[in-house]
């Protein structure tokens, strides 16, 4: 008998979790491997939450065998191998950015602290709440038994924004469409670099040949397509963020696939020029539950702007919350 793998979900009764817990229980994440849910809620929350559990429950997945629920991190993270981040403090009315940041900083040390104590040795955690780089840095610097490299910031919603718009400007499924990369912070500031990417193996933008589309179109669409959902639904990206979450944390345990590569936010060790420390979004490649920086790639003047643009965004908000005393 397995022991199942213990995956750890934050924000269990909210909109992305609605479909996230549901994609992993019925094995988009870890393929065919016995699971154990637990799920992390705020006490307010702890009835809608039991009315997922029934839900899952009555999906009768074959490959989960247990759900535990709770509102302690200390409790719930207990042995967890994986630990996907969901939950933040939304954005209200009238907050200032420094309130948001404490208000997620204060969860967000919480969570990194706990995971220190109580995760199995194992442990992979990726923040998909936002503002997750930062989130993400919080939670680092908050757990210092467990190595950086353990810490991802969910920009892979951004690649798969990206990948969907080329292939549908060049007629074609994303299947064709590989090496795109997302560099940056997850906000409107991230930049979707087309410069590496190719269409069954040729270079993108020659087979696009329109700069124009590249530069007025698409690189605003992608920044601005959680608004433009937002304003069509009411409630931010929640299907598409479970799947991109889903996905994300499936390359990271299973690997990328031959040359291609995909993109997460992960710590910097200075490649192209990311001051070290920041989680900063970049190409990488997954091996054995592992992740690499895709080295050596060129980079324009045209990407150095937008690159650097994003990152200074990074650097501002870690001042903030360096301020703060949350990191
Ligand atoms: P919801 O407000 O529907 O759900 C969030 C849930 O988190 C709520 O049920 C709340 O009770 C819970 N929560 C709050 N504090 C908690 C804590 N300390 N411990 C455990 N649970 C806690 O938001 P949802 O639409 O699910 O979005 C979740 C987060 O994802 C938001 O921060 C959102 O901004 C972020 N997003 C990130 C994306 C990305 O690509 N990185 C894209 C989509 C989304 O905007």
Same mark, same amino acid.
Request: proline share 5%.
């Given at each position: 008998?397995?022991?199942?793998?213990?995956?750890?979900?934050?924000?269990?009764?909210?909109?992305?979790?609605?479909?996230?817990?549901?994609?992993?229980?019925?094995?988009?994440?870890?393929?065919?491997?016995?699971?154990?849910?637990?799920?992390?809620?705020?006490?307010?929350?702890?009835?809608?939450?039991?009315?997922?559990?029934?839900?899952?429950?009555?999906?009768?997945?074959?490959?989960?065998?247990?759900?535990?629920?709770?509102?302690?991190?200390?409790?719930?993270?207990?042995?967890?191998?994986? /630990?996907?981040?969901?939950?933040?403090?939304?954005?209200?009315?009238?907050?200032?950015?420094?309130?948001?940041?404490?208000?997620?900083?204060?969860?967000?040390?919480?969570?990194?602290?706990?995971?220190?104590?109580?995760? #199995?040795?194992?442990?992979?955690?990726?923040?998909?709440?936002?503002? #997750?780089? @930062?989130?993400?840095?919080?939670?680092?610097?908050?757990?210092?038994?467990?190595?950086?490299?353990?810490?991802? /910031?969910?920009?892979?919603?951004?690649?798969?924004?990206?990948?969907?718009?080329?292939?549908?400007?060049?007629?074609?499924?994303?299947?064709?469409?590989?090496?795109?990369?997302?560099?940056?912070?997850?906000?409107?500031?991230?930049?979707?670099?087309?410069?590496?990417?190719?269409?069954?193996?040729?270079?993108?933008?020659?087979?696009?040949?329109?700069?124009?589309?590249?530069?007025?179109?698409?690189?605003?669409?992608?920044?601005?397509?959680?608004?433009?959902?937002?304003?069509? @639904?009411?409630?931010?990206?929640?299907?598409?963020? /479970?799947?991109?979450?889903?996905?994300?944390?499936?390359?990271?345990?299973?690997?990328?696939?031959?040359?291609?590569?995909?993109?997460?936010?992960?710590?910097?060790?200075?490649?192209?020029?990311?001051?070290?420390?920041?989680?900063?979004?970049?190409?990488?490649?997954?091996?054995?539950?592992?992740?690499?920086?895709?080295?050596?790639?060129?980079?324009?003047?045209?990407?150095? /702007?937008?690159?650097?643009?994003?990152?200074?965004?990074?650097?501002?908000?870690?001042?903030?919350?360096?301020?703060?005393?949350?990191?």
């Amino acid at each position: 008998k397995q022991t199942p793998i213990k995956v750890a979900v934050t924000g269990a009764a909210g909109q992305i979790c609605y479909s996230l817990l549901f994609r992993i229980a019925s094995g988009a994440v870890l393929g065919d491997a016995p699971i154990e849910l637990r799920l992390l809620e705020i006490p307010q929350a702890m009835k809608a939450l039991e009315g997922v559990v029934m839900e899952l429950d009555d999906c009768a997945f074959p490959n989960l065998k247990s759900v535990v629920i709770g509102d302690d991190p200390e409790k719930v993270f207990e042995g967890a191998n994986i /630990a996907m981040l969901v939950g933040a403090f939304p954005r209200k009315a009238g907050m200032e950015r420094g309130d948001l940041l404490s208000a997620n900083g204060r969860i967000f040390t919480a969570q990194g602290k706990a995971l220190n104590n109580v995760a #199995a040795d194992d442990i992979r955690v990726l923040v998909t709440g936002n503002p #997750a780089n @930062t989130n993400a840095m919080i939670a680092m610097n908050n757990a210092p038994d467990i190595p950086n490299e353990r810490f991802g /910031a969910l920009t892979r919603l951004d690649l798969d924004r990206s990948k969907a718009q080329v292939g549908k400007k060049l007629g074609v499924t994303t299947r064709h469409i590989e090496r795109l990369t997302i560099w940056g912070n997850h906000s409107s500031t991230m930049y979707p670099d087309l410069f590496h990417a190719t269409v069954d193996g040729k270079p993108v933008l020659p087979e696009i040949n329109d700069n124009e589309w590249v530069e007025k179109t698409f690189i605003p669409k992608v920044a601005k397509r959680g608004a433009e959902i937002i304003d069509a @639904t009411g409630l931010s990206s929640r299907a598409s963020a /479970a799947n991109a979450t889903a996905s994300c944390m499936h390359d990271w345990e299973l690997g990328t696939v031959g040359g291609d590569w995909t993109s997460m936010g992960v710590v910097s060790d200075g490649s192209y020029g990311v001051p070290e420390g920041l989680i900063s979004s970049f190409p990488v490649r997954h091996k054995d539950g592992n992740w690499e920086i895709v080295q050596g790639l060129e980079i324009n003047e045209f990407s150095r /702007a937008r690159i650097d643009a994003s990152v200074k965004e990074l650097e501002d908000e870690r001042d903030a919350v360096k301020e703060l005393g949350l990191i």
